[in-house]
């Protein structure tokens, strides 16, 4: 393939703040605009001579919720236009242009994606054991002790049964002498980081699928 150096962006934002730069796309309508992921995987590459307007309509297509970021080259001649979007379809090779990226090339970067993701999701699954210990660690650290109290009858039995309550009692006094409120905020901004990162991990195991869905077509 000729090698064509494509000219740097001259636009990159997050997807949601589009309406942000609609005064910049409706000014330098003409262009190539680059849609990705948080993990800055090329999902959908293409051009138009109103870009906004374009960007407006992938809201509706089938993987917006994946997009995370926007990139955009301004281009205002049509011709230049279909050579650069051509060339960065063959080099980058994203998810979603079927229709112009060839099989091989395509196999060769969805594989090197996955195992991208694949990375990502170990250090997920690793973060998400830590924080489950920590969890587990904050909760007993927190929770009072409980108190033994004697039933009342006499004899040995009862002399142990006093001894016990004995010491939960002074586990219980040591407890509060310790007790930072400080801890019950630590425990739940650690539920908090857990719920996420469970949530992140949800997520990019369907973005695996949809990749190794489409390696198999």
Do not use: W
Not at 131 to 141: A, F, G, K
Not at 143 to 149: A, G, H, Y
């Amino acid at each position: 393939m000729i090698k064509i150096k494509l000219p740097d962006f001259s636009l990159q934002f997050n997807y949601r703040d589009l309406n942000d730069f609609r005064d910049d796309l409706m000014t330098f309508p003409g262009g190539i605009y680059f849609l990705c992921d948080k993990y800055q995987n090329y999902l959908y590459i293409g051009k138009s001579k109103n870009t906004y307007n374009r960007l407006l309509q992938h809201r509706r297509s089938k993987f917006s919720d994946e997009v995370s970021e926007v990139k955009v080259i301004f281009e205002d001649n049509p011709s230049y236009r279909d050579i650069l979007e051509t060339y960065a379809i063959m080099e980058f090779g994203p998810l979603y242009n079927i229709d112009k990226v060839y099989k091989d090339n395509k196999g060769s970067k969805v594989r090197e994606i996955l195992s991208f993701l694949y990375e990502e999701e170990l250090y997920l699954e690793e973060r998400i054991s830590d924080l489950r210990m920590m969890r587990d660690e904050m909760v007993t650290e927190i929770t009072p002790p409980t108190i033994s109290r004697p039933f009342g009858h006499f004899g040995e039995d009862s002399e142990s049964e006093s001894l016990r309550y004995r010491d939960s009692l002074e586990a219980l006094f040591l407890f509060r002498e310790n007790y930072d409120i400080e801890d019950e905020y630590e425990l739940q901004e650690i539920k908090r980081e857990l719920e996420e990162t469970l949530e992140e991990l949800s997520k990019l195991r369907n973005v695996i699928r949809r990749y190794t869905e489409d390696l198999r077509v």
